[in-house]
């Protein structure tokens, strides 16, 4: 089965689809931008799993390229889809390491049973990572993903990270 691929210029917040992955941060206790408004928008049943997963599984915060599911609160998704993107130049600019926060979204929403999974631009936005460089690794990492789930929805907040994305869609 392929993988139908999506474009929406938008916020992720609004969206409607199985799963909404958030762009976190190490901590998962929220963040600014993408990260901030899941939790501010999907409300206090977010963080409280998210508290939960680093008093169990991940006491030092989730690693760069992981993903983990929690509920999704008062979004209109069944689950939030967290991964830590890596920080450009600092924590390194190596393409397979923001290519793993896909392919293991997407791995993650298999488990879940997830169909329809929007992403955002992860790591191109306060991370750094350049946005034409960040569209080819995502979009490249969902077309050669192992996946079952149906529609990857790439919501990007303004036109610069559409332009970006619609280039390596086609």
Known sequence: MTTTITLVRGDITRQSADA????ANSSLLGGGGVDGAIHRRGGPAILEECRALRASRYGRGLPTGQAVATTAGELDARWVIHTVGPVYGVSG???SLLASCYTESLRVADELGARTVAF???SAGAYGWPMDDAARVAVEAVR??????????FVLFDAGAYEAFAAQVG
Do not use: F
């Open 20 to 23: 909404i992955v958030n762009a």
């Open 93 to 95: 600019s190596d393409p």
């Open 120 to 122: 955002p631009a992860i």
């Open 144 to 153: 050669e993903a192992d996946t079952a789930v149906e529609e990857v929805r």
